[in-house]
């Protein structure tokens, strides 16, 4: 969770506490939270390790003058298979609907160990009634796309209440099982009844 840390501090410097991305003239800002959450993926799931071991070998290869071979990279996205989607699907529901309950302790069950660890109950509260606080009005949930990297799910979901709201999932696989790790707000339309 901690490597999550300097993305949620870059997104609340763009657009503080809550002044997320809204409306059309937000597309950029919105487009911007998207390449920061993509950015911040990337980092979290280990890219920059594989940036520093590339050129590690690139040094080793101008002293050794031996070819790179493409088989090499670690990093394997795929789309997620029917089984990975429908967990996942069922992990985001079910702390969507303990939200509309006003269960927190029991949504915040759905996080990841690494997530409960860094963030207590009265912040995780705080952090959903401040900042995503559609969550707790029953929305209408839509799943999008879904990637899968390493042991990390991505997966992408529209939730509707008065306007449409796309959230970025993060998901991980830790002993307790699929968790989720971040959701980060990459774009808001306008007020359907407006």
């Given at each position: 969770?901690?490597?999550?840390?300097?993305?949620?501090?870059?997104?609340?410097?763009l657009y503080g506490?809550?002044?997320?991305?809204?409306?059309?003239?937000?597309?950029?800002?919105?487009?911007?939270?998207?390449?920061?959450?993509?950015?911040?993926?990337?980092?979290?799931?280990?890219?920059?390790?594989?940036?520093?071991?590339?050129?590690?070998?690139?040094?080793?290869?101008?002293?050794?003058?031996?070819?790179?071979?493409?088989?090499?990279?670690?990093?394997?996205?795929?789309?997620?298979?029917?089984?990975?989607?429908?967990?996942?699907?069922?992990?985001?529901?079910?702390?969507?609907?303990?939200?509309?309950f006003g269960r927190?302790?029991?949504?915040?069950?759905?996080?990841?160990?690494?997530?409960?660890?860094?963030?207590?109950?009265?912040?995780?509260?705080?952090?959903?009634?401040?900042?995503?606080?559609?969550?707790?009005?029953?929305?209408?949930?839509?799943?999008?796309?879904?990637?899968?990297?390493?042991?990390?799910?991505?997966?992408?979901?529209?939730?509707?209440?008065?306007?449409?709201?796309?959230?970025?999932?993060?998901?991980?696989?830790?002993?307790?099982?699929?968790?989720?790790?971040?959701?980060?707000?990459?774009?808001?339309?306008?007020?359907?009844?407006?």
């Open positions: 969770m901690m490597r999550w840390q300097p993305c949620f501090l870059m997104l609340k410097f506490p809550r002044h997320l991305p809204s409306g059309r003239a937000s597309m950029n800002q919105a487009v911007v939270s998207a390449a920061i959450f993509l950015g911040c993926a990337l980092m979290g799931t280990g890219c920059s390790e594989l940036a520093a071991s590339k050129t590690e070998i690139n040094a080793e290869q101008s002293v050794s003058e031996s070819p790179i071979k493409p088989t090499d990279s670690p990093m394997v996205v795929e789309n997620c298979s029917a089984r990975t989607y429908s967990e996942a699907e069922e992990v985001i529901r079910g702390q969507i609907m303990e939200f509309n927190f302790k029991k949504a915040r069950a759905y996080a990841s160990i690494q997530f409960r660890e860094a963030v207590t109950l009265k912040d995780f509260r705080t952090i959903i009634e401040e900042d995503y606080s559609f969550l707790l009005e029953s929305p209408e949930i839509s799943f999008k796309t879904c990637i899968e990297r390493q042991n990390a799910i991505y997966i992408q979901v529209a939730l509707t209440v008065q306007k449409v709201t796309v959230l970025d999932y993060r998901l991980i696989r830790d002993e307790d099982g699929l968790g989720i790790d971040a959701a980060l707000i990459t774009a808001r339309s306008v007020e359907l009844n407006a």
